[in-house]
């Protein structure tokens, strides 16, 4: 959560007016490698019960 890093730099001065709603987006990258891992996972478990 970075509402705390904000506090910490609007509580100096250095931030005025309200602060922006900061929402986690992953990256395009980031999905495509967690979808490869998941097809890994899955093709190596379907390869286990055959064997």
Do not use: C, H, K
């Amino acid at each position: 959560d970075s509402s705390d890093f904000v506090a910490a730099f609007s509580a100096g001065g250095y931030e005025n007016g309200p602060r922006a709603a900061v929402s986690a987006v992953p990256e395009p990258a980031t999905m495509t490698l967690g979808l490869i891992g998941l097809g890994w996972m899955f093709g190596g478990m379907r390869r286990r019960r055959t064997a």
